[in-house]
């Protein structure tokens, strides 16, 4: 057996516990403004690709939205920041168009996804609260990977008035509305 450093050992056991998540560029600005990035990097593997975190980056500080990130700790709680390939997405499209109206940051997580064969994996899960984006992991046979921010929150042992600060389209109650009503429209198609 090879001589590991413990500390390599340690790091690596912990990682695999964790479930690894996936968060597109509106989830993670809601843990922001939610005070729970930190609460969730320290329970799950999370992990995003550039063009979230390049979205995340560039909003509008004038905006009455704005949600101030701080890239140092944006990117410190990270697992893994992948990057996207333009055959990642022309793949992931040609195999299924309908994901090609997605926002830029959802496609490329997509894609990113798509490309690794990774979904659906019980310890693996994508969290977003865009629509179109909840319509295409069905489409993709993942539907079953997403988690809402709330159930990510409250797994990470957040205060209840963090969770209560929630925008409503962060909720497991809302994912799961939405969750059936594509899947009830898949039913009667």
């Known amino acids: 057996m090879p001589n590991i450093p413990y500390q390599f050992l340690l790091i690596y056991k912990v990682t695999m516990l964790k479930s690894r998540v996936f968060l597109d560029t509106n989830v993670i600005l809601e843990s922001f403004r939610t005070r729970g990035w930190t609460a969730i990097c320290n329970k799950y593997s999370i992990e995003t690709v550039e063009k979230c ?86 489409m993709l046979g993942w539907i079953n990977s997403l988690i809402s921010l709330e159930e990510l929150l409250q797994q990470s042992g957040v205060t209840s008035s963090q969770i209560g600060n929630l925008r409503a389209h962060y909720r497991t109650s809302w994912l799961s509305n939405i969750k059936s009503d594509i899947l009830l429209d898949e039913i009667m198609c």
Request: proline share 5%; glycine share 6%; hydrophobic share 40%.
């Open 53 to 138: 975190i390049e979205e995340v980056l560039t909003g509008n500080p004038n905006s009455q939205n704005h949600t101030p990130v701080q890239q140092k700790i944006l990117t410190g709680g990270l697992t893994a920041l992948h990057k996207v390939s333009k055959r990642n997405i022309a793949n992931l499209v040609l195999s299924h168009p309908e994901c090609q109206g997605l926002d830029d940051g959802e496609l490329h997580l997509f894609a990113w996804a798509y490309a690794q064969n990774i979904l659906p994996n019980q310890h693996i899960f994508i969290s977003t609260a865009d629509k179109a984006a909840i319509r295409a992991t069905s």
